[in-house]
């Protein structure tokens, strides 16, 4: 079973190198934005709890919040969250009524071991650009940048990522591309979409709802 498993995990592995090939990189200027989407996914049981909240741009006002449960149909493993989240994500983002310009994810896109996180994976799928905002470092190493409060993610020489302190917290928070954007564009439209804590609002809009659902489900 484990030599199984390892197999199978491998094949992935393969497809997100050969899926991160085919991802664009090209500038998205801010006065394009009208409306920035946050997705989040909260778990409960055996549920996932999909979440996307979608605000307006540049004044970050709530315009729509739409959820879903499903079943859980993936299991946790580094490095396949999208896997185990898309399945959550779809069901909501396609109750949307608005169409964002941008999504803001709650994982990693191309900061990742194969190229291809979770931002990624969500911007192939839309076909619209996608970053990648995650609490934590997945690869890679932190290096100087001009603006102190800046640093740059670099794996095996490339740049994947940067890592920015907004103020709010004495930890970073983990900038990538998904798709459709650049590294540049991503880190203007994350600090524009910073108000009083380190998560971007889009996200942070997404995740209260998405606890919101599972504290009412554990009752």
Do not use: W
Not at 195 to 216: F, Q, T, Y
């Amino acid at each position: 079973m484990y030599n199984e498993s390892k197999i199978l995990i491998d094949k992935i592995h393969s497809l997100q190198k050969r899926l991160s090939q085919k991802l664009v990189f090209r500038e998205l200027p801010l006065d394009k934005i009208h409306y920035v989407a946050g997705v989040d996914v909260a778990y409960t049981d055996d549920q996932s709890i999909g979440a996307v909240a979608v605000l307006d741009f540049p004044n970050l006002n709530v315009v729509e919040v739409k959820t879903e449960v499903t079943k859980t149909s993936f299991p946790y493993i580094p490095t396949l969250l999208s896997f185990r989240e898309i399945p959550a994500l779809m069901p909501a983002l396609k109750k949307l009524k608005s169409k964002p310009d941008v999504y803001l994810v709650d994982g990693h896109g191309y900061a990742h071991p194969f190229r291809f996180g979770l931002a990624c994976h969500l911007g192939f799928i839309l076909k619209a650009p996608t970053i990648g905002v995650a609490k934590s470092l997945l690869c890679g190493s932190l290096s100087s940048h001009t603006d102190r409060n800046l640093k740059l993610i670099v794996d095996k020489e490339e740049v994947i990522g940067a890592a920015l302190h907004t103020g709010k917290s004495r930890k970073p928070i983990f900038i990538s591309v998904g798709n459709l954007i650049t590294l540049h564009s991503s880190i203007e439209i994350v600090k524009e979409c910073i108000l009083d804590g380190r998560i971007p609002e889009p996200i942070r809009c997404a995740h209260v709802k998405a606890s919101e659902i599972k504290n009412r489900r554990r009752h």
